[in-house]
């Protein structure tokens, strides 16, 4: 038997990386949802994406959302920036933890933020500088780390390198994105591992997709190598505006349902989340992927 972490960190992502790959909801639709999250007892939210709106019409409300919501003591909100423009308007905004996100793959950056990888690194160095210098704080998010959908595998070496200037510039934690769900097990050992060894004292976030049907399992692997940190959508809403058939980040009631009964406390309070992914499948009109959704919790009984 593996020794799991006793527990973990769950960051919400679903406000922002869900709902960027929806049809645009309306505001007072996303500031109740925050809302419903911010009780459940999840401590982390991804709120929103300071972006320009032409490119991601979805996040264009980001100002008034984050201005709307009432932020729960107990939790910590976050915003993604794609560049040091929307990274200022986050910090004038109020937040104190930012998001920055750079792709391994220079194809899928150039398609993300219309750059090449080490133009973002370098716009990344100045982030980190700005939001420190304000006191904030900056992760800096390593997307298609288990591969692109243009280039194919993007080796471990290529992915290490990327996170490793991130870290020498500063950030506060690296996080690896599954952007389109290439990852297996067998490649998180792969890649956790070589940048653990490299960089054992950097902070990791994973954020996994399911859209091949492998994210609790890769979740299970990380937790073996004693990995504590993880992103999850609720209702399992998400996906890459820029990345074809990336649908569904691994839903958040899920994960929990699946640690805790491994005996890893989230703290997140699984009917309350459950009831958050209902909430979050009628604000879209569609069905949710989650299976937990549709089934309930293990323990749950069919009354004679």
Same mark, same amino acid.
């Not at 080796?155 to 389109?180: K, L, M, N």
């Not at 399992?236 to 805790?260: D, K, W």
């Given at each position: 038997?593996?020794?799991y972490?006793?527990?973990?960190s769950v960051?919400?992502?679903?406000?922002r990386? #869900?709902? *960027?790959?929806? !049809?645009?909801?309306?505001?007072?639709?996303?500031?109740?949802?925050?809302n419903?999250?911010?009780?459940t007892g999840?401590? !982390?939210?991804?709120?929103?994406s300071?972006?320009?709106?032409?490119a991601?019409? *979805?996040?264009?409300?980001? $100002?008034?959302?984050?201005?709307?919501?009432?932020?729960?003591?107990?939790?910590s909100?976050?915003?993604l920036?794609?560049?040091?423009?929307?990274?200022?308007?986050?910090?004038d905004?109020?937040?104190?933890?930012?998001?920055?996100?750079?792709?391994?793959?220079?194809?899928?950056?150039?398609?993300?933020?219309n !750059? #090449?990888?080490?133009?973002?690194?370098?716009?990344i160095?100045?982030?980190?500088?700005?939001?420190?210098?304000?006191g904030?704080?900056? *992760?800096?998010?390593?997307?298609?780390?288990?591969?692109?959908?243009?280039?194919g595998?993007?080796?471990?070496?290529?992915?290490?390198?990327v996170?490793?200037?991130?870290?020498?510039?500063?950030? $506060?934690?690296?996080?690896?994105? $599954?952007?389109?769900?290439?990852?297996?097990?067998?490649r998180?050992?792969?890649?956790?591992?070589?940048f653990?060894?490299?960089?054992?004292?950097?902070?990791?976030?994973?954020?996994?997709?399911?859209? !091949?049907?492998?994210g609790?399992?890769?979740v299970l692997a990380?937790?073996?190598?004693?990995?504590?940190?993880f992103?999850?959508?609720?209702g399992?809403?998400?996906?890459c505006?820029y990345a074809?058939?990336?649908?569904g980040?691994?839903?958040?009631?899920?994960?929990?349902?699946?640690?805790?009964?491994?005996?890893?406390?989230?703290?997140? $309070?699984?009917?309350?989340?459950?009831?958050?992914?209902a909430?979050?499948e009628?604000?879209?009109?569609r069905?949710?992927?989650?299976q937990?959704?549709?089934?309930?919790?293990r323990?749950?009984?069919?009354t004679?």
């Amino acid at each position: 038997m593996s020794d799991y972490p006793p527990q973990v960190s769950v960051r919400e992502v679903g406000p922002r990386d #869900g709902l *960027q790959n929806e !049809r645009p909801v309306p505001t007072q639709a996303k500031i109740e949802l925050i809302n419903r999250l911010s009780g459940t007892g999840v401590r !982390r939210i991804e709120a929103v994406s300071f972006v320009r709106p032409q490119a991601i019409p *979805q996040m264009a409300d980001a $100002d008034q959302v984050w201005g709307g919501i009432t932020r729960a003591p107990s939790v910590s909100y976050s915003a993604l920036v794609p560049n040091l423009r929307g990274a200022t308007r986050a910090l004038d905004a109020g937040l104190t933890e930012i998001e920055a996100v750079v792709s391994a793959s220079d194809t899928h950056n150039r398609k993300n933020v219309n !750059r #090449g990888t080490e133009e973002s690194l370098d716009d990344i160095s100045a982030i980190i500088e700005l939001a420190h210098g304000r006191g904030a704080s900056c *992760q800096v998010i390593v997307s298609t780390a288990w591969g692109c959908p243009y280039e194919g595998d993007v080796p471990v070496e290529r992915v290490v390198f990327v996170a490793g200037r991130a870290v020498a510039d500063g950030a $506060d934690c690296i996080s690896f994105g $599954d952007t389109t769900g290439m990852a297996t097990p067998g490649r998180v050992r792969a890649l956790v591992g070589a940048f653990r060894s490299t960089y054992p004292d950097s902070g990791l976030n994973l954020h996994f997709h399911n859209t !091949r049907g492998t994210g609790l399992a890769n979740v299970l692997a990380a937790l073996e190598l004693g990995v504590a940190d993880f992103d999850a959508s609720v209702g399992g809403l998400g996906g890459c505006p820029y990345a074809p058939g990336a649908s569904g980040n691994i839903a958040t009631e899920e994960l929990v349902h699946m640690v805790e009964d491994m005996g890893v406390s989230t703290g997140i $309070d699984l009917t309350a989340m459950i009831d958050a992914a209902a909430d979050a499948e009628r604000i879209i009109g569609r069905e949710l992927p989650s299976q937990v959704l549709r089934a309930g919790p293990r323990s749950r009984t069919i009354t004679a």
